[in-house]
Nanobody
Framework: QAQLEESGGGLVQAGGSLRLSCASS????????MGWFRQAPGNEREFVAA????????NYADSVKGRFTISRDNAANAAYLQMNSLKPEDTAVYYC???????????????WGQGTQVTVSS
């Protein structure tokens, strides 16, 4: 049974930083692109960042580019999202996702995590 589990969310003041982790199990992690998405109450789930299964090429939503960094550690079967210079509008539930042999343009989600809450106060 493949599973993704996020951790690292919490409450932070504007301008602060958080690092989210996505631990995977039950899948050949290195064969999957990994992505981060977020959803605020009343909003649709939106793309945040992705890293391809080959070469470590990344892509970011314009709203987070320059502030967030996605990475992966295949040996640890984990993906990460380093979030710096956080803004109140970054407040959302953050989800990690895995897409089999995907690139950085997100087209396929095979697995979703359960999400972790990030709250940024002013």
């Amino acid at each position: 049974q493949a599973q993704l589990e996020e951790s690292g969310g919490g409450l932070v003041q504007a301008g602060g930083s958080l690092r989210l982790s996505c631990a995977s199990s039950g899948l050949t992690f290195s064969s999957y692109a990994m992505g981060w998405f977020r959803q605020a109450p009343g909003n649709e789930r939106e793309f945040v960042a992705a890293i391809g299964w080959i070469g470590g090429i990344t892509n970011y939503a314009d709203s987070v580019k320059g502030r967030f960094t996605i990475s992966r550690d295949n040996a640890a079967n984990a993906a990460y999202l380093q979030m710096n210079s956080l803004k109140p509008e970054d407040t959302a539930v953050y989800y990690c996702a895995a897409g089999y042999r995907g690139g950085t343009i997100w087209r396929r989600t095979d697995y979703w995590g359960q999400g972790t809450q990030v709250t940024v106060s002013s």
